[in-house]
């Protein structure tokens, strides 16, 4: 009976926040009970989306003009029926060039962002703190992978050039954080420990209402129970 007791207490006892690096880097995939996946994953999205958005343009915007006006000077020898044909032909060949190399940028920019943020994330998140070095690891790794093709010579100077631009951007971000009063991982943690103590208190709630129901229950029984051996006796 007592080992009874001891396994229903236990039952139902909420999880504690991840301990260790590895179970906090596994909780970044893992959906809530809302199906909502973590802020940290959520930003990651949302940022390499916004870089491909701003590759897009960076790369689209310039070869759209340059594409028209090496239309407009390749066809001064062209008939066209009147005006307007020529100037939506001159914008058909802007247009090809604004997808053609929107697409070559965007993808690369939003590569590079996602590599970036997925990396510093992740050791933030490992490390359950946020520093300079997560990013400048971050921006080495990056700078790596999309040198690595160029060998040894091009993965070093990846590697220098990510850092240098992991440190800037790592302390721009921090900075804008510390503005809010505290880090992301810092208000993680803390929602983290919230939400393991509010579920305690409900848990020990519900544990302690039922005890009084089991308690209510067996003096009842055993009321019962007393009665049936008195109305025995007196037959």
Do not use: C
Request: proline share 3%; no cysteine.
């Amino acid at each position: 009976m007592a080992e009874g007791a001891g396994a229903q207490q236990s039952y139902g006892l909420p999880a504690p926040p991840p301990q260790t690096g590895w179970e906090r880097l596994r909780e970044l995939w893992r959906r809530d009970e809302l199906q909502r996946y973590p802020e940290e994953t959520v930003n990651i999205l949302k940022s390499a989306l916004t870089g491909a958005v701003i590759g897009w343009a960076y790369g689209g915007v310039p070869a759209f003009r340059r594409a028209r006006r090496a239309f407009i000077e390749r066809s001064h020898g062209e008939l066209f029926q009147n005006r307007a044909d020529a100037v939506q032909s001159a914008h058909r060949a802007g247009l090809r060039g604004f997808l053609r190399y929107g697409w070559r940028w965007s993808w690369r920019v939003a590569a590079f962002v996602a590599i970036f943020n997925t990396v510093s994330t992740g050791l933030s998140v490992y490390r359950s703190k946020t520093t300079i070095g997560n990013f400048a690891s971050a921006g080495a790794f990056t700078g790596a992978v999309f040198r690595m093709h160029l060998g040894l010579q091009g993965l070093a100077g990846g590697f220098v050039l990510g850092t240098v631009f992991g440190i800037p951007a790592g302390a721009l971000l921090m900075v804008m954080q510390k503005f809010a009063g505290e880090t992301l991982q810092e208000r993680r943690n803390r929602e983290r420990r919230e939400l393991y103590e509010q579920k305690l208190v409900e848990w020990q709630s519900r544990l302690n209402v039922t005890e009084v129901l089991g308690q209510t229950e067996g003096d009842t029984q055993g009321g019962l129970e007393t009665e049936g051996g008195r109305e025995s006796r007196s037959y």
